[in-house]
Antibody, heavy 119, light 108 residues
């Protein structure tokens, strides 16, 4: 059974940094591209970043480019999102999501971790 | 970025109804469209991809259609478990994937 478990969310001041983690199990983690998708309170979904399975090719939404860094440790089946220079508008539930091979969609999602940026 | 517009924003329906949600893209995305269901406090769940392909395990009362800029999600014979918010997502460009704003299906 595919499981994705996010951690690392919390309250951070504007301009601060935070690292999210997503522990994966139930599939060959190194084979699949993984993504972060966020959802602001009461709002819709926004794709944030993706990282390919083997060649470490990363993509970012314009809203986070230059501030967020996605990475993965295939030996630990773990995905990370390092967020810096955080803004109030980054406040959201951050979901880790798996992409099926060859399709740019999200077939499994974690339960999400809440990041609140506030002074 | 390609903008995705869903209508209606909220839909009131009864168990057994047939409901249709529309998703319009600001430019052609061929059939690169997926639909998700989200319940309060839960993560989204993939229902349909490639506009009309049902994800494994999803009930056949869900169906999708469309191409280019206009797409629909239809739920025939609405069940109590189907009251949720539905999102479309375009994946025409890998680094520019976007979602619609959501359609809430509520009990009439």
């Amino acid at each position: 059974e595919v499981q994705l478990l996010e951690s690392g969310g919390g309250l951070v001041q504007p301009g601060g940094s935070l690292r999210l983690s997503c522990a994966a199990s139930g599939f060959d983690f190194s084979t699949y591209a993984m993504s972060w998708v966020r959802q602001s309170p009461g709002k819709g979904l926004e794709w944030v970043s993706s990282l390919s399975g083997r060649d470490n090719s990363a993509s970012y939404a314009d809203s986070v480019k230059g501030r967020f860094t996605i990475s993965r440790d295939n030996s630990k089946s773990t995905l990370y999102l390092h967020m810096s220079n955080l803004r109030a508008e980054d406040t959201a539930v951050y979901y880790c999501a798996k992409e099926p091979l060859g399709r740019w969609i999200f077939d499994y999602w974690g339960q999400g971790t809440l990041v609140t940026v506030s002074s | 970025d390609i903008q995705m517009t869903q209508s209606p924003s909220t839909l009131s329906a009864s168990v057994g109804d047939r409901v249709t949600i529309t998703c319009r893209a600001s430019q052609s995305i061929s059939r690169w469209l997926a639909w998700y269901q989200q319940k309060p406090g839960k993560a989204p769940k993939l229902l349909i991809y490639r506009a009309s392909t049902l994800e494994s395990g999803v009930p056949s009362r869900f169906s999708g259609s469309g191409s280019g800029t206009e797409f629909t999600l239809t739920i025939s014979d609405l069940q109590p478990d189907d009251f949720a918010t539905y999102y479309c997502q375009q994946y025409d460009t890998y680094s520019r994937r976007t979602f619609g704003q959501g359609t809430k299906v509520e009990i009439k």
